[in-house]
């Protein structure tokens, strides 16, 4: 059966997977159960895991190159599971129908190509890539192969940005001029000091396997279980966390990018060997285009922030402020007086002609009413334990079963990698940058 099904779907990619399914198996459903693997079970390819499984996948295989993890695996996922230390012998199974990808960032660009290449279709974490000139080839490969290619940037999935897209759309706010956004944090974890296992050793991790593409060095577990802290695997706080701060604002907006890319800051606090900063900050500009006004964008993140943890957007409209955390208000505060103190002073000839001109000139700024307007806040929360990764696979899931598209594919992926992979340029070139947002590549 399974091999017939695999068969299948390597030879017509067109048709509905579920459809074909169905066909095989008139009496039931647990067939249309997408088979997946997971490459890399670490802390987030095993969340993702369990968000696709209450999607209604079913987990068939893992790779890892640390033994510990692919031990944890079978112990959550029971002893039948196939495990590896080596990705190409899962995307070698016929029953695999669709892979996670959870790796270092290093190896997102190459697990996806091959994975694409050998019929399955992906699910790969955010970032999409580690370098931009990794990009093009992942939209390439996802073109070329016709496979469903997800990015796992959840947020394009939760009710509480649909909720926010609406809202703006609607003008609860009026015009929007600039979105504020931040992602603050103030301990080890938050700063990724990850746990690394007292069983780390040449024996039980595939060293040479880790480093892939980076530069060879001597077995040193915390560049592994740390990999964030160096530039060789990872992409900074720009890559971990601007990037989501990009995906759910594109989404929210209907932006594609910004044109011009400048980021700041320093590492100021966790010296401890990483070579990426802790603390940054990025200032975009964002042209006009027939989804939304011109408008400004401001990111941080601050990993030693007094305050402790916090994630956010503020966006700034012409009558009010969209706030988005893990629920959405809007709020909206009485407005000030037409032009009055000073202009008390001139004649009741003067006064009439200047507020008639200035009505004309502010059409939108009806003083009465704005200025009679209560404080309002209109809020709009998620149901209580509402997990939007559960969707995020789902909408995935859903994509793989009728070939319909998803919705962070590889273009829309790269066009929230590019303007935070372009922020660790500036930063460490010190210099602003002009960014395409069409083409996604830099142009100065
Ligand atoms: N969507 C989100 O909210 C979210 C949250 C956290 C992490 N992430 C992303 O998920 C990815 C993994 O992050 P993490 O925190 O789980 O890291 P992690 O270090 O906990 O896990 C990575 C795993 O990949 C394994 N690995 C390394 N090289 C491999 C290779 N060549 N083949 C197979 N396995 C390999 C490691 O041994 C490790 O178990 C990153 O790209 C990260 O940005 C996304």
């Known amino acids: 059966m399974r091999t017939t099904r695999r068969h299948l779907l390597m030879g017509a990619a067109a048709l509905p997977l579920s459809r074909m399914l169905r066909a095989q198996s008139p009496n039931g459903t647990a067939n249309d159960r997408v088979q997946i693997a997971l490459i890399g079970a670490g802390g987030q390819g095993m969340s993702d895991v369990r968000a696709s499984l209450q999607s209604g996948s079913k987990l068939v295989a893992v790779a890892d190159i640390y033994q510990g993890r692919l031990d944890r695996s079978k112990e959550l996922w029971g002893k039948d599971l196939f495990t590896t230390r080596d990705y190409r012998e899962v995307l070698a199974r016929r029953d695999v129908d669709a892979v996670i ?56 999935s939760s009710v509480v940005y649909q909720k926010a897209k609406e809202l703006l759309a609607a003008g609860a706010i009026g015009e929007f001029n ?70 759910g604002m594109h989404y929210v907006t209907g932006a594609i990018g910004p044109t011009r890319v400048y980021s700041t800051g320093g590492l100021r606090f966790w010296k401890d060997g990483r070579d990426v900063p802790d603390v940054l900050l990025g200032l975009y500009d964002y042209p006009k285009t027939d989804k939304h006004p011109a408008f ?23 009558d009010g402020i969209m706030w988005i955390g893990s629920d959405v208000t809007v709020s909206k505060q009485p407005r000030n007086p037409e032009p009055g103190y000073t202009i008390g002073t001139f004649t009741q000839k003067e006064q009439d002609e200047y507020l008639r001109q200035y009505r004309e000139k502010y059409p939108s700024r009806r003083a009465n009413a704005d200025n009679m307007r209560p404080q309002s806040d209109t809020h709009f929360a998620p149901p209580r334990g509402y997990n939007d990764s559960v969707d995020h696979h789902r909408n995935f899931l859903e994509s793989v079963r009728s070939r319909k598209p998803v919705v962070e594919d590889a273009t829309f992926g790269f066009r929230a990698a590019g303007p935070a992979l372009a922020s660790n340029v500036s930063y460490f070139e010190r210099k602003m940058l002009e960014w395409d947002p069409e083409t996604m590549k830099i142009t100065s």
């Not at 480093?211 to 971990?240: Q, S």
Request: net charge negative; hydrophobic share 40%.
């Open 101 to 156: 990808i959870a790796t270092p960032d290093h190896w997102h660009q190459k697990i996806s190509i091959d994975a694409m290449q050998a019929g399955k279709d992906v699910y790969c974490e955010k970032p999409m890539v580690q370098l931009l000139s990794d990009g093009h080839d992942v939209i390439d490969a996802s073109k070329k192969t016709n496979r469903i290619f997800q990015v796992g940037s959840q947020r394009v």
């Open 178 to 247: 600039m979105v504020e956004a931040w992602w603050d944090r103030n301990d080890a974890i938050g700063a990724w000091q990850y746990s690394i296992p007292t069983d780390a050793s040449p024996a039980t991790i595939d060293w040479d396997r880790f480093l892939g593409r980076a530069p060879k060095v001597p077995f040193e577990p915390v560049r592994l279980f740390r990999w964030r802290n160096y530039r060789d695997y990872g992409t900074g706080v720009a890559g971990d966390l601007f990037v989501h701060l990009f995906s």
């Open 296 to 318: 400004n964008l401001a990111l941080r993140v601050n990993f030693e922030d007094g305050a402790g943890e916090s994630s956010g957007f503020r966006f700034v409209g012409s």
